[in-house]
């Protein structure tokens, strides 16, 4: 059989059957149109080993003496008793292409009784997607323990980029050199996590934002996971990940099948931006990306609203006439969309009580959310709603009436002595897997949904649950394929409403949720600060039009740091922009520079959510610069002379040994063109303008801007002011 060669936005993918089963011989550079020789891609025999090349399968497997982990663990349990068809013998059976970069193989082991399917796709921008189907083909019940989902990387990759976090600190790096053995990054939270590797990257030495090379991953799963490397003893590495399976949770009866959540793959010879702008491409191809892809200079599809979030104005204090006088204020600033936030429902006067029954709370809201959503609609903005459909509290009536529907280890409901899990955030999961349960959820925020002109929910998940069960046996697989289908359907019926996926901040951000939510509340930290580090490692994959960034009050609640307004704002600029704050105090030139501010992201939304992400590579760890460039592709001819081909953020996060920053590389923008660069924001008047600045005298050019060519500003660079710590400055590239 011809080998299979997909090719992509600089990327190939090279899959050999001569070893009779599917071998990934190349995932790295584009090879062109012609293949070179496979024998230069396959691997040798090393000595004391197999009697045979040993393939890095597509399903690397035992029986072909890979020594490395498994893709595929499980067995059979024959009249009883458990162990049998421990290893499979995959053959390659089948092979279908469409041409047009979607393969599917099927290999089998018929004496096994066990079939897997795999399907592949090299999307347009060069991110592959692959999962596994495997089927049971057998007699007798098949227990699957793992099905994993796995790509070799180059023996040039000798560095490891995963991201780890925690409540209100999501999505920090972490490096280590790739070693033999198997680094692995598990999540047992019930949901994707806190911690959970958004993208997990092997590379080149020293690897960074523009250099290097980079074969990175990413599993597209809410539930418990696994994402790994495995580095095995003839110097193979393999990267990808699995669902973390619950012990018995899938037995597969003859005929039946399990799929794998779908690993998304990306190459880059250039760097983590490179890895980003396959996933950005992905994402915007998207038929229901909230910005259509054609819409690239000024998205003919919505542009992405100003928020403004109740949460940290209000809390659980829900008084219509303050809530309406905030309505009021944030249609003055020029809000968009006013999102009611958490203590709206029956018996919810703070966290102790109420989730589950999801009615508008008569004793607050006599006349239900109307009059408020009235006030909000007859302003010109949309009404949004917090929900946490998938949690339930003890103090409820749905708990008081059903005891039964709460997930957890034991088959007896706890009213009859079964033991309940640890409460977080006083509450408890309810049990989506019994059908009366999701089906009293769904009925519920569909009436909310029918009853009220609600154009946008916050879809909320505020706990870990280690304990996943249902009538008494694991069940956090099904749990997850529940909660998604409880999402999927009440977008059917609901086609028009936009969905946040929220979950103690940025606890379930992945592309499983993404593939049926509009955004992700990527934490609940509004301190700029902080925010500089999540949003920008949320942004390697997720684009940000996907990621809501809010300006919150002057002191940040969850951190009691204080910054100036510019720097909150210019932080939230690079997202989905929205406010979460109480700003009916904000007066006098802190209001104006507000509006001035909301302007601004009303004027660019459409450049920052639709161009490429850029982050030049700045020496040291007190600044950054960050920005996205306008797409040149000649036929979306959006940078004329005169449009704004580009923003930049300078960020200095805390202060620098040296006495000035020198020449700071402004990469990303076409080589041979020219442009003009000007510092746009804090504007002088402002207050905190005289705050940004640590120097008396700026450079040079920032009184009337540089012009440079963008060869120029990415080779040398511009040299930059000295910023105080926890400032920023907005720049603005103007195409001449
Ligand atoms: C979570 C969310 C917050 C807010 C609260 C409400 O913590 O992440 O944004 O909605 O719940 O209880």
Known sequence: MKPLHLRSAGTSLVISFDSGEAEVIHWGTDLGSTLPDLAILKAAIPPSSADATVPAGLLPQASSSWRGRPALRGHRIADGVPGYDFSVRLRVAEVASDGAGAVVIIQADADAGIRVSSALTLHDGGLLELCHTVTNTGTTPYQLDELATVLPVAPAAVELLDLTGRWCRERHPQRRPIQQGTWVRTGRHGRTGHDSSLLFAAGTAGFGNRHGKVWATHLAWSGNHEQFADSIGDGRTMIGGSELLGPAEVILQPGASYTTPALFAAYSGRGLDGISEAFYSWFRNRPHHVLPAAATGLPAG???????????????????????????????????????????????????????????????????????????????????????????????????????????????????????????????????????????????????????????????????????????????????????????????????????????????????????????????????????????????????????????????????????????????????????????????????????????????????????????????????????????????????????????????????????????????????????????????????????????????????????????????????????????????????
């Open 302 to 736: 919505k542009p992405r609203p100003v928020v403004l979030n109740t949460w940290e104005a209000v809390y659980f204090d829900h008084n219509i006439d303050t809530l309406i006088e905030l309505a009021e204020s944030a249609s003055d600033l020029g809000v968009e969309r006013f999102v009611l936030d958490d203590g709206w429902f029956r018996g919810r006067r703070d966290d102790h009580a109420g989730l589950g029954d999801w009615y508008v709370d008569e004793t607050l809201w006599p006349n239900g959310l109307t009059p408020l959503i009235d006030a909000v609609t007859s302003r010109g903005m949309e009404f949004g709603l917090w929900v946490e459909p998938e949690m339930v509290n003890l103090d409820s009536d749905i708990v008081r009436a059903h005891p039964d529907w709460i997930v957890g280890p034991s088959v007896q409901s706890y009213k009859d002595g079964g033991r309940l899990p640890i409460e977080w955030r006083n509450q408890q999961v309810i049990d989506l897997v019994n059908p009366d349960a999701w089906q009293y959820i769904f009925d519920r925020v569909d009436a909310l949904l029918r009853e009220n002109n609600i154009s946008y929910l916050k879809w909320d998940q505020n706990r870990d649950q280690l304990e996943h069960g249902h009538a008494g046996r694991s069940s956090v697989h099904e749990q997850t394929l529940a909660a998604y289908r409880l999402f999927d359907e009440l977008k059917k019926a609901h086609p028009g409403v936009e969905i946040e996926s929220c979950s103690s901040g940025g606890a379930r951000v992945d592309l499983g949720i993404l593939e049926r939510t509009d955004r992700i509340w990527a934490s609940d930290c509004n301190d700029a600060l902080e925010r500089q580090t999540i949003q920008r490692w949320t942004g390697l994959v997720v684009p940000p039009e996907l990621v809501g960034g809010h300006v919150g009050p002057t002191t940040s609640h969850t951190t009691a740091r204080t910054h100036d307004l510019s720097f909150r704002a210019i932080t939230a600029l690079f997202g989905h922009f929205g406010m979460e704050w109480d700003v009916r105090g904000v007066q006098g030139a802190e209001r104006e520079e507000l509006k001035r501010f909301i302007a601004l992201y009303k004027e660019h939304r459409g450049l920052i959510h639709s161009g490429r992400m850029v982050r030049s590579d700045v020496p040291g760890d007190s600044l950054m610069l960050h920005g996205v460039v306008a797409p040149s592709d000649a036929s979306q001819a959006t940078v004329s002379p005169g449009s704004t081909a580009a923003l930049f953020a300078l960020v200095r996060t805390r202060t620098a040994p040296s006495e000035q920053p020198g020449r700071i590389s402004i990469p990303g923008l076409e080589p041979d063109r020219e442009y003009r660069v000007e510092p746009i924001f804090p504007a002088p008047g402002d207050a905190d303008y005289s705050h940004t600045f640590a120097q008396v005298k700026p450079p040079a050019w920032m009184a009337d801007g540089a012009i440079a060519g963008g060869h120029i500003l990415a080779e040398v660079g511009l040299p930059m002011p000295v910023l105080n710590p926890e400032h920023a400055l907005l720049l603005k590239i103007t195409a001449l």
